[in-house]
C-alpha cells in the first residue's frame, strides 16, 4: 500500500510540473506576441530633411535660419555625440538666414559640432549659405 501513495504523489507531482511548464510556455508566447505592441523600435531620424532641429543635432547654428535643407553622407552616426571613432562622414546644407541673422556667421568654425572638424562654407548671397562639413 505505501508504494502506491507514493506512485499516486509521484504522479501528482508530475502533473504539477508538468502544469507549472505550460503555464510557463504560454506567457512566453505571450510575451513574444505582445512585444512589438509594448516596446516598439525606435524611429529612425531622416537623412535628408528641411527641419532646423535635426540639423542641430549634427551642426551648430549661430543663428536661426528661416530656411534649411541638409542631407547626410552614408555612414553618417544617428547620434552624432556618440559617434564610432574611425568613420568618416559628412553633411551637406543649404542655410538661408534672415538679413539681420546673416552678419552672425563669421566663418565655418561657426558650425563645427564634434565629431565634425573640416568643411567649407560657400556664401551663395548675403543671405543664403552653402555648408559642406566632415568627420576627421
Known sequence: ??????????????????????????LVGIGFLLWPRLFPPAPALPREGN?????????????????????????APVDPANAPAGGTWSIEATLAFSAADAP????????????LTAGKLVRIDDTHIQLTLHSR
Open 51 to 75: 527641419d532646423e532641429a535635426t540639423l542641430a543635432r549634427y551642426i551648430a547654428l549661430p543663428a536661426i535660419p528661416t530656411s534649411v535643407h541638409w542631407r547626410l553622407s552614408a555612414g
Open 104 to 115: 552672425k556667421v563669421t566663418g565655418i568654425v561657426d558650425f563645427y559640432k564634434p565629431p
Open 1 to 26: 500500500m505505501q508504494s502506491q501513495t507514493r506512485t499516486d504523489r509521484f504522479r501528482h507531482a508530475q502533473r504539477r510540473r508538468a502544469l507549472v511548464a505550460g503555464l510557463i510556455l504560454m
